[in-house]
């Protein structure tokens, strides 16, 4: 079976290559060699529609073969661009070159990402049907055509390739699982469990295991691919970073860096901006408590690179703010080995001047040389300088805001960018000093969301904003995507654990876990003012507001409906007690409540939290001090509810309810 499929791999570049001598009519499909040769391959491709699929050719610089929400391929001499258009639930197809958009293939769910695989057939995530759709091309400028998909636990957003091409990589989010998806129709998917919030997966160059970051809770993940063996750790968090004292905060791009930033499409001789230099005495290497990271590449040396943020989440004591009186948010890009995650940068890198703080997608270039992260709070693209030490940066590009996803074209030396609040690609000139050539705007089919979601959404993303954060912090830092870090942050009530704001803000009131903010205004002048910043109006809160009502969970499905029903059972059971205070819709009565969680000797009220989505909030309590749900079961009993007269199947079934929430 193996080798049948690598003679068919191999056939469908071969006839690429001879197709792209001689471009055709765009309309026209440009090859009839359909790749099937034997019965068997042909059994594993059912539905054959009419047309047979164009000899695409994935363009993929670094030859990781990775997923964002774009992906570069070429056919007949054209370079094509396929979009994830979450916004729009399609699937965008544009030409690079002439920077038309040739077609929209409509698809009933919200992409999270794409990827071409070499024998040219487009695998593209679906984040909220979680599924993988395997599609092929038979028009440059027609809707592409679903070849067949595969079911995988809920919010796909990340692939990446097995090297042969034989499997796909997919990382589910919300769904807490690494799939191994074989591309072939007879193999079956197999899911691996994996803590909180994977976010990005690349496989390791010889194809034995896939190397996993996740985007809360300061995890990595090693999957072998043969044993389904789970490592998980975190990282070396050694960086550099300026020192610290009265004087001297993180050094920031000045205004007049930043200036311009705010303007979608400036000048082309605006586009590029020199990084300001930080000045050398003044830096320390630090290690550093916690990590976030969306991203992933593979070099090709083998070596993994991850732009992150490091931040440091302050002292148990009470503190001025959220992490200390000098929020720290410090970016680096950590290079490390794929087999046992030792760091292979020398302490830290040089990347701590960048206003990168919310890195999101990334690509190396053909040589391997720069790295490219696109900065979807800063409206830039980060040009990193990389040699055998780690990386430095170079430039900042400006792009249009919303920078999410970043892909390189190998043979023409250009990035392709994403941005997706503004729904703008932009491409960006690699040969030289890097520099934006071209921008399109992709139009909206469906309707747009109102003004003040627009708003509130690059508020909430928006770096180096002053009425946030006087570090450059952003609400998305803490809150990705409206959800949680997993980390525990200091305050001047002592440490407090980031909540989950998606679904758990309407009728949730009041707010803070100690319950003193009776609604988000005052809620967020405690924010801004914990992160230095200057404040927000009314209109900004209402955007952000709007914004965040307008988040979506994804769907899930119990594991075991019958379970989470008894489980339901024994929630509003009086013997249990859970309902008497997460009770309706918000699963809260809006009260504070002592149940025993107060530092020592102290007491103390919380604010009933809301259990909406508590599956997916680890950990648990005011302070983090639960790692899971059935800790917290265990560690509150008496004092919140009563479950030590549970049996472990009933324990089983609490649980699994809650899971539903
Ligand atoms: C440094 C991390 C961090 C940043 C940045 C941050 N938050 Fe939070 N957020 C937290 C923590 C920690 C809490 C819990 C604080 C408490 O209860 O005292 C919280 C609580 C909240 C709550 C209350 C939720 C509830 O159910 O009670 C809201 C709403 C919120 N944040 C919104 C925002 C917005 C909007 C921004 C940007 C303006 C923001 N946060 C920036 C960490 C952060
Ligand atoms: C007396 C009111 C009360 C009762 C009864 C109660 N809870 Fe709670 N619950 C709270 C409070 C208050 C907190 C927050 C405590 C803290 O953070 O220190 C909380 C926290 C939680 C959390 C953690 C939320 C998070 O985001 O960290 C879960 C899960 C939870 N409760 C489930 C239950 C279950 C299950 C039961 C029944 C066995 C139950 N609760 C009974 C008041 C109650």
């Known amino acids: 079976m193996k080798r049948s499929l690598l003679a068919t791999t191999l056939l469908a570049l071969c006839s690429c290559r001879a197709q792209t001598v001689e471009p055709p ?12 040769t034997t019965a068997e391959t042909a059994k594993a491709q059912p539905a054959l529609p009419t047309l047979p699929a164009l000899p695409l050719e994935p363009l993929d610089a670094a030859g990781t073969m990775s997923a964002g929400a774009i992906a570069l391929a070429r056919v007949a001499g054209r370079t094509l661009s396929f979009i994830a258009d979450a916004d729009d639930r399609a699937l965008v197809t544009f030409d690079v070159d002439t920077r038309v958009k040739l077609a929209s293939t409509s698809l009933g769910m919200r992409p999270s990402a794409v990827l071409v695989t070499r024998a040219g057939r487009v695998a593209v995530l679906g984040a909220d049907d979680a599924h993988v759709h395997l599609m092929m091309l038979v028009a440059v400028d027609a809707a592409l055509v679903e070849e067949r998909s595969i079911e995988v636990p809920a919010e796909p957003v990340a692939a990446a390739l097995v090297a042969n091409d034989d499997a796909l990589l997919v990382a589910s989010r919300w769904g807490h699982a690494l799939s191994i998806v074989p591309l072939s129709a007879s193999g079956h998917p197999v899911s691996i469990d994996l803590p909180r919030d994977p976010s990005a997966v690349v496989a ?11 985007a809360a809770g300061s995890n990595a993940s090693v999957v072998e691919l043969a044993t389904h063996t789970v490592t998980t750790g975190s990282l070396d968090r050694r960086v550099q970073r300026p020192v610290f004292n009265e004087m001297l905060m993180m050094p920031r791009p000045s205004a007049s860096d930043l200036a311009g930033f705010e303007n979608a499409n400036p000048a082309p001789s605006q586009t590029s901006v020199p990084m300001p230099v930080a000045r050398k005495p003044q830096v320390e290497t630090v290690n550093l408590r916690a990590d976030q990271t969306f991203a992933l590449v593979r070099a090709s040396d083998g070596r993994f690179m991850a732009p992150e943020v490091f931040v440091e989440t302050g002292p148990a004591a009470p503190s001025g703010g959220y992490g200390g009186s000098h929020g720290t948010v410090t970016p680096a890009v950590v290079s490390f080995a794929g087999d046992d995650g030792r760091r292979l940068d020398s302490g830290g890198d040089r990347t701590f001047g960048s206003p990168c703080l919310l890195p999101r997608g990334a690509a190396l270039d053909e040589i391997g040389k720069r790295m490219l992260v696109a900065c979807i709070g800063s409206s830039a693209v980060a040009v990193l300088g990389v040699d ?57 089919a469906a309707p747009a969301p109102g003004e003040d979601v627009m708003r509130g959404q690059a508020l909430f993303h928006a770096s180096f904003d002053e009425r946030v954060s006087s570090d450059g912090r952003a609400c998305a830092n803490c809150h990705p995507d409206g959800r949680d870090d997993g980390l525990t942050w200091s305050s001047p009530n002592g440490p407090m654990q980031t909540p989950m704001l998606l679904g758990r803000l309407e009728g949730t009131a009041p707010y803070g876990w100690d319950g003193t903010a009776k609604d988000l205004t005052h809620h967020l002048a405690h924010t801004t003012s914990r992160l230095g910043g200057a404040g927000l109006s009314k209109r900004d809160v209402t955007d952000i507001a709007a914004y965040l009502a307008s988040l979506k969970a994804p769907v899930t499905t119990p594991a075991d409906p019958t379970l989470a029903t008894r489980g339901a059972d024994l929630f509003h059971a009086e013997a249990v007690g859970c309902s008497g205070c997460h009770a309706g819709d918000a699963l809260t009565d809006g009260d504070t409540h002592d149940v025993e969680s107060g530092r020592p000797g102290r007491g103390g009220s919380f604010d009933t939290p809301s259990l909406r989505y508590i599956a997916r ?4 309590f005011h ?19 009563h479950t030590s007269q549970l049996s472990p199947d009933e324990r089983t079934a609490l649980q699994a309810y809650l899971e539903t929430l």
């Open 25 to 36: 009519h765009p309309s026209m499909p440009v090859s009839s060699a359909s790749p099937m």
């Open 204 to 214: 390791s160059a010889d194809g034995k295991r896939a190397i996993v970051m996740h």
């Open 388 to 444: 055998a030490k780690g990386v430095k940066v170079a430039r900042m590009v400006q792009v249009a805001k919303g920078p999410e996803a970043i892909a390189v074209d190998a043979e023409g030396r250009r990035a392709v960018v994403w941005s997706t609040f503004e729904r703008t690609l932009s491409v960006i000139d690699l040969k030289g000093a890097p520099k934006r050539i071209a921008t399109a705007s992709v139009e909206r």
């Open 617 to 620: 909030s680890a950990p648990y």
């Open 623 to 641: 302070d983090g001090r639960y790692a899971t749900l059935g800790e917290m079961l265990t560690g509150t009993d008496g004092a919140m509810g």
